[in-house]
């Protein structure tokens, strides 16, 4: 993985091996995916490198949770100096100190390492409040589903770590990091961990392809297996429109192809 605006910028660990063929009973699937850790954490560097994962969160856009939101109000009890502003909104600013790094475990497991710096800043875009450096770590395991139209793919969240914090900078005097790890955990991450990791990721297909006998497994590599079903007609409606269009499509360019030979028979001759 590349960046076009910087092909000179290369990840800096070298590819791992990946077997030339899949093994076992996988050959007899119509299609058979194998992705190394590294493949992951190539396209996570590049994406930390473009700035693509960092992201801003504001008070409108978390839930209430226990009849609190998060805002000025709430951040006064990890900050005193907040306590006197009223319940202004809050600008949440995620960014990774570096880039995350994954590794896989047997079992259909995933380890995520992806260290973060989070501010707390007033809406206006000034100067933030404090910033935080959080040590995030996390474990996954990944599972397939039957769906109601479609097999899903499901991922389980067994545990996450973003302790302990330590206070990077503050314009508005002490933090109290305990507290502040409450209200990260309760109005942050459990929020986006439901808002992210929905009951399963369908996997409808398109234009008429569609996956079935989904298949995954983890141990040193990440596997992932399926046969295919085509619906012709779907992928005719999905493309064309209507049968209609599609053999009028068709009829158009064996036309252009009759003339095309016709004339050139007719240089030829």
């Given at each position: ?49 473009l700035g693509l994962l960092k992201a801003t969160f504001t008070t409108e856009d978390l839930p209430e949770l226990d ?94 770590k973003f302790t302990p914090m330590e206070l990077v900078k503050s314009s508005v005097g002490d933090v109290d990091l ?73 009829m158009d360019s064996a036309k252009s192809f009759a003339g095309g030979a016709t004339a050139e028979a007719s240089v030829?001759?």
């Amino acid at each position: 993985v590349v960046s076009s605006e910087n092909p000179g910028k290369k990840f800096k660990e070298s590819p791992l091996p990946i077997p030339a063929t899949p093994s076992g009973d996988w050959q007899d699937d119509m299609m058979s995916v194998t992705l190394t850790k590294w493949t992951l954490n190539n396209g996570l560097w590049l994406l930390t490198e473009l700035g693509l994962l960092k992201a801003t969160f504001t008070t409108e856009d978390l839930p209430e949770l226990d009849g609190k939101v998060l805002n000025t109000d709430l951040l006064g009890e990890v900050a005193p100096e907040l306590a006197g502003k009223g319940a202004q909104g809050v600008a949440v600013t995620l960014e990774p100190s570096e880039a995350p790094h994954v590794l896989f475990s047997t079992g259909g497991g995933i380890e995520v390492s992806a260290p973060h710096r989070v501010a707390f800043a007033s809406l206006d875009g000034s100067e933030p409040y404090f910033s935080v450096a959080v040590p995030l770590e996390a474990k996954a395991k990944f599972s397939v589903v039957s769906g109601e139209k479609a097999e899903k793919i499901k991922v389980d969240v067994e545990s996450v770590k973003f302790t302990p914090m330590e206070l990077v900078k503050s314009s508005v005097g002490d933090v109290d990091l305990e507290k502040l790890e409450k209200i990260v955990d309760k109005q942050l991450v459990a929020p986006m961990l439901k808002e992210i990791l929905p009951d399963g990721f369908p996997l409808t297909g398109a234009v008429g392809l569609h996956l079935t006998d989904l298949a995954l497994d983890v141990d040193e590599l990440f596997h992932v297996r399926a046969d295919i079903d085509w619906n012709a007609a779907e992928t005719i409606k999905e493309v064309f429109g209507s049968n209609e269009a599609f053999f009028k499509m068709a009829m158009d360019s064996a036309k252009s192809f009759a003339g095309g030979a016709t004339a050139e028979a007719s240089v030829s001759a």
